[in-house]
């Protein structure tokens, strides 16, 4: 699709959990093994400086992708290219690469250590990375930083408990730009804030993108936020990216019935009074996931194929589209 | 330097306006038991200072003294306030001197303890998998056995692995070693729990995702949150430290008699207990019980004031 160099290329990523019971109760109980494919097979590519979201509901393994490219889980399968070399079992070349990404947490309450400073909380990557020597420097460094989110320096002797929900996400941003990244990812930045709050770190973010060149890959559940901010935006559904297109190619046609139905849930402000369909029923258990295409149960257009055999993504116009209905014509 | 004079007088005005210290001053028997701590600590550490007598200079010593009543009964001396025993040494001196040896063996093992207890426990829980199965089914297999048994049998391989001149040197170490190996476990479990919840947490993810080493998460993000739960434990370990070692030396294989513990102490007045001489075993054992007693008391105050969920 684009053409502009990929900084992260992901192929065919997979991630299994095992969740069976211990190996007892499935010996005496009968219990066979259980599987989650969190993530199963999912690839994008990320060029340089453009954002890319994941958007899906809760549990289709969207946050999983974002802790595997950082390295937080090992992949079951499949590879992550970061500047065209892969991201092997090497440690030294892994930790290489992962010293140019940083991530950014859901939960600022969690993400910061209670007991630290924000001092030493932000000058984490610096002591660990050596970046910076000299305690009077790696102040002045941490107070920058500070400036940079938009808090005091004076911040950085009182402690994350002295700070709300939108400011501890700027400390938290400003610990992730102490390890000079190029590449952020953003796990639900910011669901976990008020709707004022949101607008103020989602413009932070941009803003920063563009003063130091920061490639994203964002996750989310709320479209609005990715309409503000992607360059393309991928949706994910049960483990599998089922379409992925350019933002406002996709927010203006949305191909697969799933994004369609994602799409009608975003009120606007018009008062249309148009006729919504919700999004009926429930994401199915990822371990035991449906035969052929996974959303067929929710589907309004599934037929027999789609029970049968899972479609693959293909283009289509512009857009990369994982539906049989799509592909025939029928939608 | 002003940082960490700052962080200290910062910490210190977070102690005195803590929850702790308000529970601390609105109990009267929290208070006493600090305060019979408190002597004990300091008599047992200023006794050659303090004490009237020092009950191993053999040359102060006089058999004549023997078996002098405390100091208000009939044929008393004020040189003996609580008494002398068949040695003719005073019975307070021997109490603190005792005390000494008790504490040192007692806070030296629940150190030890702590020491081994803390570091398995936060590998075990960091790390996970088979290395985790192994400590915990190690630790499985010691708490099977009583502890005064793992003391037993420790002291007895130690015993028969160096010969005997050179074990009365080491006694107390062996001691302190086999009383710590066999208090641990409580640690390591505590320590496990704290730590599988504390390592899925998002700053312990932020950590790794900075490329922090595993060993400086577990010793800066972790350590600090097991503290707690890990000193109460120590408190309340600390009474029974001290009573395992009275109870192996009362049994005549804990510290030799050349520097006699408080349990060495009534093992020895034991013999006398039946010939009227009750003194020489009562005091020793009255001081134990006084002793053990408010540091539990301390232990179990500790506990309710540590956790926020009791309150």
Redesign the interface.
């Known amino acids: 699709m684009s053409s502009a160099p990929r900084l992260v290329e992901i192929t065919d990523l997979k991630r299994y959990f095992d969740v069976s019971s211990p190996w007892l109760n499935r010996v005496i109980e009968g219990r066979p093994r259980q599987i989650v494919k969190a993530v199963d097979g999912v690839s994008f590519g990320i060029a340089k400086g453009e954002t890319f979201s994941l958007v899906g509901e809760s549990g289709c393994g969207k946050s999983t992708v974002a802790?595997l490219v950082?390295?937080?889980y090992p992949p079951s399968g499949g590879r992550i290219a970061f500047e065209g070399k892969e991201i092997g079992e090497d440690r030294t070349a892994r930790?290489q690469v992962?010293?140019r990404?940083?991530?950014i947490?859901?939960?600022p309450y969690?993400?910061?250590?209670p007991?630290w400073r924000v001092e030493d909380i932000i000058a984490?990557?610096i002591h660990?990375?050596k970046l910076i020597e000299g305690k009077k420097a790696i102040r002045d460094r941490v107070g920058e930083l500070l400036s940079q989110v938009r808090l005091a320096p004076a911040d950085m002797d009182k402690y994350p408990h002295e700070f709300s929900g939108g400011q501890r996400q700027r400390i938290?941003i400003a610990?992730a730009l102490a390890?000079q990244p190029e590449f952020l990812v953003c796990d639900e930045p910011t669901s976990a804030l008020d709707v004022s709050v949101q607008a103020q770190i989602l413009n932070l973010m941009v803003e920063l993108q563009q003063k130091f060149g920061l490639t994203y890959l964002f996750i989310s559940h709320n479209l609005a936020v990715v309409f503000h901010l992607s360059t393309r935006v991928g949706v994910m559904y049960l483990g599998k990216l089922v379409e992925w297109a350019d933002t406002a190619h996709l927010f203006e046609r949305p191909r697969h019935p799933y994004t369609r139905m994602l799409l009608d849930t975003i009120p606007d402000l018009d008062l249309t009074g148009r006729q919504r369909q919700p999004v009926g029923g429930e994401v199915p258990s990822p371990i035991n996931p449906p035969s052929g295409c996974s959303f067929h149960p929710r589907c309004p257009f599934a037929t027999e194929r789609c029970r049968a055999e899972p479609p693959n993504l293909r283009d289509v116009s512009g857009s990369s589209v994982a539906c049989h209905a799509v592909e025939e014509g029928r939608i | 330097m002003d940082t960490a004079v700052a962080r200290v007088a910062d910490w210190w005005r977070r102690v005195l306006a803590s929850d702790v210290l308000h529970s601390f001053r609105s109990s009267r028997l929290v208070m006493l038991s600090a305060a019979v701590a408190a002597i004990y600590f300091s008599g047992a550490m200023l006794a050659p200072w303090l004490a009237p007598q020092d009950p191993f200079d053999l040359a102060k010593l006089q058999l004549l003294d023997a078996f002098t009543p405390p100091v208000w009964m009939e044929g008393g001396e004020a040189r003996f306030p609580l008494g002398s025993d068949n040695q003719g040494r005073d019975v307070l001196s021997t109490i603190m001197f005792g005390s000494r040896v008790s504490l040192l063996v007692g806070v030296a093992s629940v150190l030890f303890a702590m020491l081994l207890g803390v570091t398995l426990g936060l590998i075990s829980g960091y790390v996970g998998g088979s290395v985790d199965a192994f400590i915990m089914r190690v630790a499985d297999i010691q708490l099977s056995f009583p502890a005064i048994l793992i003391a037993l049998l420790i002291d007895g391989m130690v015993r028969l692995a160096i010969p005997g001149s050179r074990h009365t040197e080491l006694a107390v170490l062996v001691l302190i070693l086999s009383i710590g190996l066999s208090f641990w476990v409580q640690y390591a479990r505590t320590v496990r729990g704290v730590t599988m919840v504390e390592k899925n947490k998002e700053y312990v993810l932020a950590a790794r995702v900075i490329g922090v080493p595993p060993a400086l998460i577990m010793l800066r993000h972790v350590l600090p949150n097991v503290m707690g739960p890990t000193l109460v434990i120590a408190t309340i370990n600390l009474a029974t430290a001290v009573i395992t070692e009275a109870t192996l030396s009362f049994l005549g294989v804990g510290v030799p008699p050349t520097q006699p513990s408080l349990g060495t102490l009534i093992r020895i007045g034991n013999d006398f207990l039946f010939s009227g001489e009750w003194w020489i075993t009562i005091f020793p054992g009255a001081a134990l019980a006084i002793l053990v007693l408010s540091v539990n008391l301390l232990g179990d105050w500790l506990r309710d004031a540590l956790n926020p969920k009791l309150r």
């Open positions: 802790r950082v390295g937080l930790a992962q010293s990404m940083q991530m947490f859901q939960d969690a993400s910061l250590n007991r984490e990557p660990t990375r938290s610990r390890g």
